[in-house]
């Protein structure tokens, strides 16, 4: 397992923008896939993007879909997520996960980081 720390999260107005990082401690960090989930309220956790562990493969939520941007430095042990035109509906805490390489299972997880969007 990796340790992953989240970063970046606050108060937006809808239409603005943050960037979240994950900066992960950990041999694996370059193999991994890296994910970030996002649980708001009464809702059930919700996939927001991967990235492969050579960053050349990514995939998105159908709901952030082209406004969202992920990536990683694995120089840095860090993955990022650029969100762009946040929307109310965006507002959830974003957590950041690792999956080891060949394996099906996200085994590492941050603590999460609070992203409101005010309308």
């Known amino acids: 397992q990796v340790q992953l720390v989240e970063s970046g999260g606050g108060l937006v107005q809808a239409g603005g923008s943050l ?5 992960a401690s950990g041999r694996y960090f370059s193999s991994a ?4 989930f996002r649980q708001a309220p009464g809702k ?3 996939f927001v993007s991967d990235i492969y562990r050579s960053g050349g493969i990514t995939s998105y939520g159908d709901s952030v ?3 969202f ?8 042990n860090t993955v990022y997520l650029q969100m762009n035109s946040l929307k109310p509906e965006d ?3 974003y957590y950041c996960a690792a999956k080891p390489f060949l394996s099906t299972t996200y085994d590492s997880w941050g603590q999460g980081t609070q992203v409101t969007v005010s309308s």
């Not at 960037?19 to 900066?23: I, M, T, W």
């Not at 941007?69 to 840095?76: M, V």
């Open 19 to 23: 960037r979240l990082s994950c900066v």
């Open 33 to 36: 896939t890296m994910a970030w």
């Open 91 to 93: 507002t959830a805490v």
């Open 44 to 46: 059930e956790r919700e």
């Open 65 to 67: 879909k082209g406004r």
């Open 69 to 76: 941007t992920i990536s990683r430095d694995n120089a840095k």
